[in-house]
């Protein structure tokens, strides 16, 4: 309870920063829900996950792996997430959405990782996370997730238990998937199933 506070105290702070700067910050749902059809809804299951990608006749595979999944688990302000390093398989897709090309990845790792699955969105070309936040804090509630750590602007994570096994959420958006220099805003899902 007491580090939602914080984390809450952080996020109105940060806000109250950016008004005084003259900087409006206008909410973005729409990557958030495009998250959430994608990654979330239906169930926490890499098959969910990859019916729900097959149903969007908007997302379109791709050859090889152009993302880098370990990637998926560095942030500047945290420890290496090596739950990610080595995947199994991966799969990438590739789609329009608001004028800029978004990719969907499923990754699966070794049964005896936390997590067994991991599915994200990767958005190129955003300047920062804070505009997502409250889509993205109604996405991970929904899904039964607690904040667990932020970093202003950039970086928010959630996690929990909900159905018994491990689930981690984040979202960052100076994401290395894509390589380095990139501006990228990343929204991951891990799983056991």
Known sequence: MRRSANILGALLASVAVASAAGAAIVEETATAALFSKT???GGLQFETCEAAIAADPEWKPLPGNMIDVPAFGVTKSQSPNFNYSKPL????????????????????????????????LVVPNVENALPHW????????????????????????????????????????????????????????AFQP
Do not use: I, N
């Open 89 to 120: 398989s991966e799969k990438t897709w590739q789609r329009s959405f608001e004028g800029r090309t978004v990719y969907a990845v499923l990754a699966r790792f070794d049964p005896t990782r936390r997590y067994r699955s991991l599915c994200a």
């Open 134 to 189: 409250d889509a993205f804090k109604g996405v991970a509630q929904s899904a039964g997730l607690k904040a667990k750590s932020v970093d202003l602007v950039h970086y928010v994570e959630y996690s929990g238990q909900p159905h018994g096994t491990p689930v981690r959420m984040d979202m960052f958006s100076r994401s290395l998937v894509l390589g380095q220099g990139e501006k990228t805003l990343h929204m991951t899902v």
């Open 39 to 41: 990654c979330v809804e």
